[in-house]
């Protein structure tokens, strides 16, 4: 059965939630910065860090949410249950902050930093480290680390934490690790494809190619790292060199 369409009402209402949200942005960006404060301090962490971003969510993104948000609960035959009270609980990623790195294998060390700065500056882990992949051997690489993963469907590949400050107002962040390639496909897709499918199908198409473009060049990246790391460890001699006479 079609959910029914929004009432007058019902968009009056998303839209003060919209605007509640967007009177509080110096809240998330408050966060974000001293998000990025913290990490940028932290030497162990930036060892593997590439570089890191963050944003406070678009308005018109935020609103076309809470419209999805709506119909999914109509569709289950529930209530509507977001209001200014929750809102920023229930929408997670009105300030969303993003960690780049070079290649897989240093997410297992940016977890572990990650973890010791979130204890140490009290804040509360309300999800995660989660990675939503669609690759294979990605998950296979989550599994042997012990992180949870979430299969994919539309090819977005990410590893998601939500974290809490442990101040009076509740609200949260959603935070991102990505490699450098990952990034790549992500950001196209957003241009193109979100909040709403492209209506080219040969973009679509294209978006899908390069998602398993990036995901070979990730892996790329990995062996030439491991191959490094492993030529460092063996010690190799230099070939002497040959005296000119």
Same mark, same amino acid.
């Given at each position: 059965m079609k959910a029914p369409a929004l009432s007058q009402q019902d968009r009056t209402f998303i839209e003060d939630l919209v605007q509640h949200a967007k009177r509080n942005e110096k809240l998330f960006t408050a966060l974000s910065l001293n998000l990025f404060n913290t990490f940028s301090s932290d030497d162990e962490l930036m060892q @593997?860090?590439?570089?890191?971003?963050?944003?406070? /969510?678009?308005?018109?993104?935020?609103?076309? /949410?809470?419209?999805?948000?709506?119909?999914?609960?109509?569709?289950?035959?529930?209530?509507?249950?977001?209001?200014?009270?929750?809102?920023?609980?229930?929408?997670?990623d009105l300030a969303g902050f993003r960690i780049l790195h070079l290649y897989t294998r240093q997410f297992q060390r940016i977890d572990e930093c990650l973890k010791r700065i979130f204890a140490e500056q009290l804040y509360r882990v309300v999800e995660g480290p989660a990675a939503r992949t669609w690759d294979d051997e990605s998950r296979e690489y989550f599994r042997s680390i012990n992180t949870k993963?979430?299969?994919?469907?539309?090819? @977005?590949?990410?590893?998601? @934490?939500?974290?809490?400050?442990?101040?009076?107002?509740?609200?949260?962040c959603e935070i991102q690790v990505r490699t450098l390639a990952e990034e790549l496909w992500g950001e196209v897709d957003h241009k193109l494809n979100y909040p709403h499918a492209s209506e080219s199908?040969?973009?679509?198409?294209?978006?899908?190619?390069?998602a398993r473009v990036t995901s070979s060049c990730t892996r790329l990246v990995d062996s030439i790292f491991l191959s490094h790391d492993d030529r460092t460890r063996t010690g190799r001699k230099k070939p002497p060199q040959t005296k000119r006479t």
């Open positions: @593997y860090v590439h570089s890191m971003k963050w944003r406070i /969510k678009d308005p018109d993104h935020l609103r076309d /949410k809470l419209i999805r948000k709506w119909y999914e609960a109509q569709a289950r035959g529930k209530k509507f249950s977001i209001n200014r009270n929750n809102l920023f609980v229930k929408i997670n993963f979430i299969k994919s469907s539309t090819l @977005y590949t990410s590893v998601h @934490y939500v974290v809490a400050p442990s101040h009076k107002t509740k609200y949260t199908l040969p973009c679509r198409e294209q978006i899908k190619v390069l």
